[in-house]
Structure formats: structure tokens, C-alpha cells
């Protein structure tokens, strides 16, 4: 697991031994997990829709990052 960002009282993660596609997992009072290339929202438990769409926004505006390390660990 690597944690790419640290942001608005959230954690975006990588997992080094996860699937397709390229996805970010996001914890903060609960989690997401967050398709980097679509931007859409795969999975919600307990962050609001608020939080949610906070988060979309930050991994649209890193998404250069998020995707060169989903590159690094998974090719």
C-alpha cells in the first residue's frame, strides 16, 4: 500500500498488489474507491457525497500523479 496524498483530512492510496483499472482507494470517515482515468466513483461506504466529490477533484488535479504510480507498481 502506498500512500500517494494526504489531503483535506483524507488519505488517497494505492494498493501495489490490486486490479484493473487504475483506481485510487480513499479513507477518511470511510472510503471510496475512485477510478483515476474515468473519474468515477466505483465504491462509497461512510464519506458523504461532499467528501466524495472533494476527492474526485483533487484526483482530477493530480491525476498525472495518481496514474505514474498506479504505472509504477502495476506496468
Same mark, same amino acid.
Given at each position: 500500500?502506498?500512500?500517494? &496524498? ?13 486490479? !484493473? ?9 470511510? !472510503? ?14 461512510? &464519506? ?8 474526485? !477533484? !483533487? ?7 495518481? &496514474? ?8
Amino acid at each position: 500500500m502506498v500512500t500517494v &496524498l494526504r489531503k483535506h483530512g483524507m488519505r488517497f492510496v494505492i494498493y501495489t498488489a490490486d486490479h !484493473e483499472p487504475p483506481h485510487v482507494h480513499v479513507y477518511g470517515d470511510g !472510503e471510496a474507491r475512485i477510478d483515476i482515468v474515468t473519474l468515477r466513483v466505483m465504491t462509497q461506504g461512510g &464519506l458523504s457525497d461532499r467528501v466524495v466529490r472533494k476527492a474526485v !477533484e !483533487e484526483i482530477k488535479t493530480q491525476q498525472a500523479l495518481f &496514474l505514474a504510480t498506479w504505472r509504477q507498481y502495476h506496468g
